[in-house]
């Protein structure tokens, strides 16, 4: 699969639940259950859902940032969890992630241009007079003046911070990116700044794109493809506009429901899910959307559910759709 840049077959993460004097361990925490999808070069695939479905720990998990607890990820075919430490770590060049929070994520007793000569520095990717040619380049290539690099991160803004961060994940000339929620934390007029920056690099630098996101509207601008997952499980998967044009899951078709529409005039009725998010320490048996979904019956408790394929590569976990 020449065209095919990561493969995830069958990720699986549970974190132990420990207790007692011993701390045995009583219980697990599913956060990821038996995930498999492709992300094809070039392209972006964003994963969608409610928080805590597992999206974040999926993509951590992917570039072994968390230990897995089963499954396999191929970058280039090659099998990232079996690889010696010595080619991991060389691989980390080509796989980069940016981080959520910009005040969290960069460290405050760092200047910029230490911050984003740090990959470069650790992969001894330049030589020293170098350096300071490369950070000032990302700098203008991300937006911001090469004069501000011996500045502290205390001293920007948040679109500002998460464009440093953006400079940093570009530093070691990766192929394959995480954006892990980057744009959340920004107000909404930076969001779409940031979004039209990612969107330009990947067109200038052919980059790969994880994209990680509960804002569905930003989703549909960026995505190729789009993934939607519930309680650590890929629930529908497809292209952006076939998903957003025909979502067959229960669970999507809240989800979609739920964005606010820019037009006063267009009264959209709402229908917001009924129960408590289950915990995924003990998720349902069956499909484990049941437990809120209106079209449930015996068979979505008691059936453990596969995925359903259409002509048009539209995959969904449900018995009750019709493909």
């Not at 361990?25 to 070039?42: Q, W």
Request: charged letters at 25%; aromatic letters at 6%; glycine letters at 4%.
């Amino acid at each position: 699969m020449k065209d095919i840049l990561v493969r995830i077959d069958n990720l699986t993460k549970h974190f132990p639940v420990k207790a007692g004097l011993l701390g045995r361990e009583v219980a697990k925490v599913h956060a990821v259950d038996d995930v498999s999808f492709l992300i094809p070069k070039g392209k972006t695939v964003s994963i969608v859902g409610e928080s805590g479905c597992g999206k974040t720990t999926t993509a951590r998990t992917m570039l072994k940032l968390i230990e897995p607890t089963n499954g396999s990820v191929f970058f280039d075919d090659e099998n990232i969890f079996t690889m010696p430490a010595n080619e991991l770590r060389e691989l980390r060049q080509k796989m980069q992630i940016i981080f959520q929070d910009p005040y969290e994520s960069l460290n405050p007793r760092m200047t910029i241009e230490d911050i984003i000569a740090e990959g470069m520095i650790i992969h001894n990717d330049f030589k020293k007079e170098k350096i300071s040619e490369k950070v000032n380049e990302l700098l203008v290539k991300v937006g911001l003046s090469p004069t501000y690099k011996k500045k502290y991160p205390h001293e920007f803004s948040g679109g500002q911070r998460q464009r440093v961060g953006i400079a940093r994940a570009l530093s070691t000339n990766p192929e394959f990116i995480v954006c892990d929620e980057a744009v959340s934390a920004l107000d909404v007029s930076i969001q779409a700044q940031i979004i039209n920056l990612l969107i330009d690099l990947q067109k200038e630098m052919e980059l790969t794109y994880l994209f990680i996101a509960h804002d569905l509207s930003v989703v549909r601008h960026i995505s190729d493809r789009v993934i939607v997952m519930y309680l650590g499980e890929i629930v529908e998967e497809a292209d952006c506009e076939e998903l957003f044009n025909n979502p067959l899951h229960p669970y999507t078709k809240a989800l979609l429901a739920s964005i606010p529409s820019p037009d006063p005039n267009n009264k959209k009725i709402f229908t917001p899910l009924e129960g408590e998010l289950p915990s995924p320490t003990s998720p349902p048996k069956g499909c484990r959307f049941h437990t809120r979904c209106p079209m449930a019956d015996e068979q979505c408790k008691r059936t453990k559910i596969t995925t359903i394929t259409n002509k048009n590569n539209h995959l969904v976990k449900c018995v009750k759709v019709n493909c």
